[in-house]
């Protein structure tokens, strides 16, 4: 009976010819398999690189053709502005069109529109939004860099003469004021991004029907389709308040510097023939007998005659302003007039140069007061007929965008801060 244990013995060795040939069939099949996995990785490397390249020629080529199309959708919407510019918004090529002055003015306010529209939240602008702003703005407001003016200037001649020559000149007003008021908006868009991150915030009206009955309590007297402002239960921290005064005071300087900006360029632009037309004989007609006394007194007082009158509704603040600016005119106009002669008043006094002229300054006392106390008041007659019939560009067109950017964001805080005066009524739950 055979050994088991012979089963699990080693073969035995084979001899040396045999062995020789198993050794080369091994070893040729080994570099075999490893040729084979050569070319194996090398075609898997080209397929790679040839995926990789392919991948990226197409990213290139979407991204290519996603600025081709971005570019072109700008041009088109340049096009179209411009466009409007040149034909004084009458599309139709014909002679309705108004004038370039009035078609740039326009547009600004058009696109002031669609962009602050509804800014009535305290958080950093979409940044969309703020690109579409500067971009457009951009383009409406190059106009202004090729208005010119003709200066006279000296030119030397090739045989030393000296002859005098009218040479272009860009406008010095708009290259003065256009830059500083586009300063100040750029500080408008960096006090909303001071709230980036804030204690407070905000629901619409598509809140709870609980927080909708206590939202609409709090906005009967007010704009009740403005969002709620809401705050933490203990109110906002001392230092959230600071903020928000800071920057409500710094967006009043930024306001008045651009009132003083506007003043200064509608005080320079031409009264239109239709408002002087329109005008009354004098200015005790214009101002009526109650403030026409006033000013004549001698105990004459800006604040004394103002808090005589009713100026509770923007209305009576508009009126007294027109009636005011009226009157300046109207004086301004008999003081130029070098043939007028002293008139007698129905007073019985005689009213000459010299009273015309402390008349005048008393009501532009009186005026710059009112523009103070009511910087929100909306333009005079007179100066909507500068803007209506001026045809030379000015850079009052830029200046009701940050007005009415800066009144907007001065009314938000201001609401928040009244919103967080009392927290046991104010605060949210």
Partial sequence: MPDSSAKSSPLPSLGWPLAGKAQR???????????????????????????????????????????????LSDMELMKERFSKLL?????????????????????????????????WRLEPM??????????????LLSVTDYIVELVPSRQCLVDGTQMEIM???????????????????????????????????????????????????QRKDHKWWLPTPKIPRGGLS?????????????????????????????????????????????????LGDTIYRHITSDQFSPEALLSSLDLSSEQNILDLKNRVEASIVIWKRKMSNKESKPSISSWGSTVTHERREVLGERAETLLLLLKQRYPGIPQTILDMNKIQYNKVIAPTIFFFVIQYFALVLIYDISWMLLWCSDCTVFCSF
Avoid at 28 to 50: P, T
Avoid at 94 to 119: E, P
Avoid at 126 to 139: C, Q
């Fill in 87 to 119: 034909l004084g918004e009458d599309m139709s090529g014909g002679s309705k069109g108004v004038s370039s002055a009035l078609a740039l003015s326009n547009a600004i306010t058009n696109l002031s529109a669609a962009i602050f529209g509804d800014l």
């Fill in 238 to 286: 001392d230092s959230t308040r600071k903020l928000l005064l800071n920057q409500r005071d710094s967006l009043k300087q930024i306001l008045k510097a651009a009132m003083a900006i506007n003043a200064q360029v509608l005080s320079e632009m031409e009264i239109p023939e239709v408002y002087l037309e329109s005008l009354p004989k004098n200015g005790r007609a214009s």
């Fill in 167 to 217: 040479v272009t000149k860009a406008r010095s007003d708009l290259q003065m004021n256009i830059p500083a008021l586009r300063k100040l908006d750029a500080m408008l868009l960096e006090v909303l991004e001071k709230f980036r991150e804030t204690e407070f915030w905000y629901e619409d009206r598509s809140m709870s029907d609980s927080s909708k009955e206590r939202g609409n309590q």
């Fill in 25 to 71: 069939s091994h070893s040729k099949s080994g570099r075999s398999a490893m040729r084979v996995h050569s070319m194996e990785k090398h075609r898997n490397e080209s397929m790679e690189r040839h995926r990789n390249e392919s991948m990226g020629r197409h990213r290139n080529e979407s991204m290519e053709k996603h600025r081709n199309e971005h570019h």
């Fill in 126 to 139: 979409a940044p969309e939004r703020k690109t579409m702003w500067r971009k457009e703005t951009d383009w």
